[in-house]
């Protein structure tokens, strides 16, 4: 201990005299000259990789091009660049890290699904991964090595339990139930259409997790959640302000979270914050054992009682097991909501596909029961509808989160190195004219065989909504199948119009282009009026409806918690950490010193 001190006052005593020596001026003019040269290193470095890489902006040392973002939807000026430098992959510098964009379906085709087995990381994401969902998060698992890789493999698997395309058979009725629901309220409360798709995306995945319905659209979870990931969307959109910049400098990551630039991060990384979705899961384990034999019998099982069976096997820690039960409604309601509420815009907005469809419903259904999944064979253009909503203004619109190479790759001549965070611009790919036509108008059409709006497009499907590869999106088939079941039941059932002006009795414009900021974007809040197309028809909603509700009633439940309370107290208990305690509930503990 004392010679350590003697050595740091000796050093202490010579660095004064090296001032003296050479004089405070000159010392300083040395520091400057050591970080100029350090930033003319770093920059040769970036002109060096811009020179292999895919073309894009003139970056400038350290800042790159993070000051030419626009404020608002960097996608568009993405899509815009790639024209401008006619390439379908563009290089924008955030920073001093590289980002590459695919504004091309068939490039994300090659690249993602083609090279899938090394596009299969993530990269380094310091918002939304290390101070958000934490790294032991799937959404944000990065692969850096094979126990890497083998423990994301046991992500996905555990993910597709509960909702792989073997299990979402068994949550149809779920998804009928509720859509059929959502049709009722619809009829009850034609003004208030955005909380009751909310309530259905949240209802349908707190089901699915957790056994657990929910009832009203003032349910804090659903505002609760969709808040939270509307934040988490809005910060995971490159931009040239705080947060987002502390990807550009990682390093004030590690500052206090008092400091300036944590602004506008909220509670998200706060120890313990986690833990809220496994409490949840804990609570629900605990209802459904209270639930009779028969009860049970006329329920899928909660994931989250499958999923903590399953984890035992594999001694997952609490916060992977929070992860993965948080991420179907992180996941699973926003989109799923927000891409309900394009549709109802997109009604307003383009009045003839929906009478087309509403005329194939009738010819093929009737007036006295709404559509079933069994019909679809028989519904080509609600088929093509569906996709349409999907492919028009897809919620995930920069296609999620970013994939990253796990070594360095070589594409069409280009370098797109190792760690690189490549990301699939959804909105210029499902905007390309060259694959959709006149790609701002609402056209199912577009899908029919025969078309002239037709054109190929890689993969089955036609759309890159849910994103590629290994990292695809884990709900796809479940989303897909909500999705159809209630577009299909809400065109069946009403007419869904441009709101008129009381006043004047004059239609409501809508806008097709506004949307959120966000990289899950849905329409800015629009009037419409949502009215049942027959009598006959809605005598069938309320019949459906009032028997979906009994139906629905075996998974009817409360929760004592609350997120907001939960973090709340996190907030207080900063200094202290979850654990486990015997009985396997959560508990928290003083940090011990370290
Ligand atoms: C319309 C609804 C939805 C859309 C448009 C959507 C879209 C996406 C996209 C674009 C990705 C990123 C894919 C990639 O990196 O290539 C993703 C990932 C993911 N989604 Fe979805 N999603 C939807 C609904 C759901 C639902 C209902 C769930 C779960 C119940 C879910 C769970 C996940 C998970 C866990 C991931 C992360 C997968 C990974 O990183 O390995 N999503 N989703």
Redesign the pocket.
Known sequence: MLSERLIETLALVKLQAVIADAGLLNVALGILAVVAVAIAADYAWMLYMRSRMPPGPFPLPIVGNTFSLPENKPWIYFEQLSKKYNAPLITFWIGRNPTVWINDAWCAHEI?EKKAQIYAS?PRMVVFGELGTGQAN????RIRNQQERDH?RL??KL?HI??GVQSIRGYREIQNNESKVVAYDFLREPKEYVKHLERY?TS??SI??FGRRVASYNDPIITEVIALMQLAADLNVPGKSFPMLLETFPFLAKFPRFMPWFKGLGTRGQKGGHYFFYTLAQEAIEQYAQKSPSEQASMPTPYVKTLFEEAEKYNLPVAELSGLTG??F????D??S??LITFVLACCAFPDAMHKAQAELDAVIGATRSPHWDDSPHLPYINAFVKEV?RWR???II?????SPTQDDAYRGWLIPRGAWVQ?N?WAIHHHEREFPDPDRFYPDRFLDGNDHRRPFPGDRGYM????????????A???Q??WITVARLLWGFDIRKARDPETGREVDVDIFAFTNGL?MRPQPFPCEIVPRREEIREAIVREGRKALEDLRVHDGESKYRMSTFYQQQKRKLKEEPVIDEHGNVKFVKVKAV
Request: glycine fraction near 18%; aromatic fraction near 8%.
């Open positions: 993602f993530r799937l959404v944000t698992m994301w992500h996905r993910m509960g909702v995306a349908v995945v699915i997790a991420n179907l992180g996941a699973g309601s989109t799923s927000s891409t999907l897809s919620v995930a296609g999620g989160q970013p994939h699939g959804v909504t849910f994103g590629w590869g290994r990292r695809v999106c884990s709900g796809q479940l989303a897909e909500g999705t899950n």
